[in-house]
């Protein structure tokens, strides 16, 4: 790892961060970092990671809520991708999920709940099919 990644901020975040998008996800991010990109892996995980999500005043699964609307919002269907899992990982169900794109079809427009509904849809299926006893059909 990364000299500059040698922080107890940085530690407290990477929890966080693995437990959240996964730690298979998370150990790609910061292996493909390099001398450009360092500085802001460095900076969402110590700062999204560590301090936000590490916060008291929100629980996991009201910061995944709040975060799959505002990208829905912001039409960020890579991050709308990772946060789904997330969510998954949170407690949220298919459900809970379902209502969160509802609500933004209302508040931020029918294009960005099809969108971000669509990506959901196909994170839901593949953790569906991950979880699938092998030779089940």
């Not at 990644?5 to 390099?34: I, W």
């Not at 916060?55 to 960020?76: C, E, K, Q």
């Given at each position: ?35 450009f990109t360092a500085d802001m892996q ?56 379902k209502e969160i ?37």
């Amino acid at each position: 790892m990364r000299k500059e990644f040698n922080t107890e901020l940085f530690a407290k975040g990477l929890k966080n961060r693995q437990e959240v998008l996964g730690a298979e996800h998370v150990q790609k991010s910061l292996d493909a970092a390099d001398d450009f990109t360092a500085d802001m892996q460095k900076l969402v995980t110590e700062w999204c990671w560590g301090e936000l999500w590490g916060r008291p005043g929100l629980d996991r699964r009201t910061r995944s809520i709040v975060n799959l609307s505002m990208l829905s919002a912001l039409n960020r269907p890579h991050e709308i991708r990772l946060h789904v899992r997330g969510a998954l990982n949170n407690g949220l169900t298919q459900d809970d999920i379902k209502e969160i794109f509802l609500q933004v079809a209302i508040y931020c427009g029918v294009p960005a709940a099809l969108d971000g509904m669509k990506v959901a849809a196909e994170v839901i299926a593949e953790e569906k099919a991950k979880r699938k006893p092998a030779g089940a059909k």
